[in-house]
T-cell receptor, first 113, second 114 residues
């Protein structure tokens, strides 16, 4: 199925630094979701965005639904070691044939203490 | 958030045997569940959409007879990997979508076929 373009592919940062990652698509999405996946675990939902321009925070995480509805970003402020993992964006596309989720390619985050 | 439970977390089986993986939505009813396969350091690949009371919808390239999906109730979907072979070894993840269109994932099942 369609994949969202997620960048960067991987990041290595010092503890305390801020992190930014984004997802883009050629399609307009109705919902954007951001997940974090730890090794050997299923993805855990971090933030859900439902309308264009929406800016939502969850602790040190902030995500925005792009105005064009074709992109979204996730920011992590003051990173800590437990932020390590793979972050996926997901977009929900509503169509006449049904709803379909599409996933980004993932951003692997490494936080150096 | 909603809870999706997947069982087992790990399974090792002999080549040629079948393995069943369960996915349960614990605190909500899910008319639709999804099964994904994930290779190391890659994103999730949708295998099939499981619809309660009807046949699953498989993605292109996924063998229906190999990966049997049953969605017998609003809270349970099962994936059976039939006649498993080493190339079927992978991480399998289910998800269920609640009314608010948020999708929640099970913890995944690591399948190793020896």
């Amino acid at each position: 199925g369609q994949q969202l373009n997620q960048s960067p592919q991987s990041m290595f940062i010092q503890e305390g630094e801020d992190v930014s990652m984004n997802c883009t698509s050629s399609s307009i999405f109705n919902t954007w979701l951001w997940y974090k996946q730890d090794p050997g675990e299923g993805p855990v939902l971090l933030i859900a965005l439902y309308k264009a321009g929406e800016l939502t925070s969850n602790g040190r995480l902030t995500a925005q639904f792009g105005i064009t509805r074709k992109d979204s970003f996730l920011n992590i402020s003051a990173s800590i070691p437990s932020d390590v993992g793979i972050y996926f964006c997901a977009g929900l596309l509503l169509s006449n044939t049904g709803n379909q989720f599409y996933f980004g390619t993932g951003t692997s985050l490494t936080v150096i203490p | 958030g909603a809870v999706v439970s997947q069982h087992p977390s790990w399974v090792i089986c002999k080549s040629g045997t079948s393995v069943k993986i369960e996915c349960r939505s614990l605190d909500f009813q899910a008319t639709t569940m999804f099964w994904y396969r994930q290779f190391p350091k890659q994103s999730l690949m949708l295998m099939a959409t499981s619809n309660e009371g009807s046949k699953a919808t498989y993605e292109q390239g996924v063998e229906k007879d190999k990966f049997l999906i049953n969605h017998a109730s609003l809270t349970l979907s099962t994936l059976t990997v039939t006649s498993a072979h080493p190339e079927d070894s992978s991480f399998y993840i289910c998800s269920a979508r609640e009314v608010a269109v948020r999708a929640f994932f099970g913890q995944g099942t690591r399948l190793t076929v020896v």
